[in-house]
Nanobody, 117 residues
Framework: AHYEESGGGLVQAGGTLTLTCKTSGFTLVNYDMSWARQAPGKGPEWVSG????????SYANSVKGRFTISRNNVVNELYLQMNNLTIEDTGVYFC???????????GRQGTQVTVSA
């Protein structure tokens, strides 16, 4: 499996970013998928999950109402729209298999999101 996350950057608090995860090496439509993040010095934290069809979504309490997960199985991509970002959202974001996936394999770069005051 290969994942390529993009869309991160530096944004002021209250700003918006949309992340994309391009997948390859496996059939995306067969897997529930998640976004997770890892803040400096901390372990991976699950952020949001979506089922195979994209009809059911779930969110961590810390992002509920601000983030929206979606997917396009035709182009093998997963998305995370992030609104009203806060400093606590800073971290490396990456996608993972599973409805509550948060496994970050060694060498996975993810995409850096930095929120400034």
């Amino acid at each position: 499996a290969h994942y390529e996350e993009s869309g991160g950057g530096l944004v002021q608090a209250g700003g918006t970013l949309t992340l994309t995860c391009k997948t390859s090496g496996f059939t995306l439509v067969n897997y529930d998928m998640s976004w997770a993040r890892q803040a400096p010095g901390k372990g991976p934290e699950w952020v949001s999950g979506v089922n195979t069809e994209g009809s059911r979504t779930s969110y961590a309490n810390s992002v509920k109402g601000r983030f929206t997960i979606s997917r396009n199985n035709v182009v093998n991509e997963l998305y995370l729209q992030m609104n009203n970002l806060t400093i606590e959202d800073t971290g490396v974001y990456f996608c993972a298999k599973g409805l509550r996936g948060r496994t970050r394999e060694p060498g996975r770069q993810g995409t850096q999101v930095t929120v400034s005051a």
